[in-house]
């Protein structure tokens, strides 16, 4: 596995919120939701303070697919903890509300950047609760900011740097969610294809991301085999000695 790719997939990883260029809405082929339907979606927000997930993610890149496991872990708007790995080989993502770090064990290096570092890269300042929700099949933005669209028949909401449509499936979660930037040049697609009820919750278990960049198209399917909402206690992050900064 090259550097590329570990950089290129932890950094998709955490700002799946962005990065791509702009493309039409898709239409909507779930139910048409009602007013039951829209306020049961959000009761079903996850709401837990924590999340933990196992499993392996697929990143499509120039036609070949990569295989990574995948170990997942998060503190509601604290922290967000990913390592991603082939053969013991790979990289592990720290991110705080202003810090991003990371070790590749492949060059032996690290990375240790305010999360300014990261918006190069996303396109537009995405926060830390945005990816985690994001990542746990959540609506971006706080309920207030959003209103139903009826001629698209989605949810839609906007905080001035960027534009999120939702769309809602049978069970009242997301089944697509679309991030745009305010300038519509960056932009990205996360579906939700499966759903598992995790203590109440139901909680995605397959996560696939549509990332368009200038130079190549990326896509990604985080597949959550194994899941859980207990304390998550640790977040390992040693660099080993020797180790360099990049």
Avoid at 4 to 12: G, P
Avoid at 27 to 41: G, W
């Amino acid at each position: 596995m090259s550097n590329k790719l570990i950089i290129l997939f932890s950094l998709i990883l955490i700002g799946i919120s962005s990065g791509c260029k702009s493309t039409k809405i898709v239409a909507n082929t779930m139910p048409d939701p009602t007013a039951e339907s829209i306020q049961s979606f959000w009761k079903n927000q996850y709401k837990e303070d924590y999340f933990e997930a196992r499993g392996k993610a697929t990143l499509v890149m120039d036609g070949k697919n990569t295989n990574l496991a995948l170990h997942l872990k998060m503190k509601k708007d604290s922290l967000l903890w990913a390592k991603v790995s082939m053969f013991g080989i790979g990289a592990t993502v720290l991110i705080t509300q202003d810090s991003f770090f990371m070790i590749n064990t492949l060059n032996q290096e690290y990375m240790a950047y305010g999360n300014n570092y990261l918006y190069q890269y996303l396109g537009y300042k995405a926060t830390l609760s945005q990816v985690q929700n994001l990542l746990i099949g959540n609506a971006v933005f706080k309920q207030n900011k959003y209103r139903y669209l009826p001629d698209i028949k989605q949810l839609s909401a906007s905080d001035g740097v960027a534009v999120n449509h939702i769309v809602i499936n049978e069970k009242n979660r997301i089944f697509r969610s679309l991030v745009t930037s305010q300038d519509t040049t960056q932009q990205a697609v996360i579906q939700y294809d499966a759903y598992q009820n995790l203590n109440n919750n139901l909680v995605p278990t397959i996560v696939n991301l549509a990332v368009k960049q200038k130079t190549q198209d990326l896509k990604v399917e985080l597949n959550y085999q194994t899941i859980s909402d207990n304390t998550v206690t640790t977040f390992p992050f040693n660099i080993p000695s020797g180790y360099r900064r990049k």
